[in-house]
């Protein structure tokens, strides 16, 4: 088997988080954009309790929680406040002379990982 001259912290290689429902692989320096929140005190850092999983570079099996790791964490930065592209659904009853159209946008928070701590 072939040692890493890296430390322990340097070979997480990825992470799976969770974040309103959703599972979210990283890696250290992604960008990924999660559900907008309100963010305390104007803080620049998000940081996601809810680790599900952790793989690493030197081919040893993933840490898998159950459900979540205890003791894990991602560090993130957040960079802006973005809007996905428009969503339009249109409703409309037949012989009635009915028609709606509404269009959609939703909010997200873009972050950078910065850290995976297992």
Known sequence: ?????????????????EDSGTQIKVSQGDTVEVDLREIEGGAQQIVFGRVLAIGTADGAPARVGAPYITGASVTATVLAETRSRKTVSVKYKRRKGTRKKIGHRQGYLKVRIDSIAS
């Open 1 to 17: 088997m072939l040692r890493s001259h890296f430390s322990n912290e340097d070979i997480t290689v990825y992470a799976i988080i």
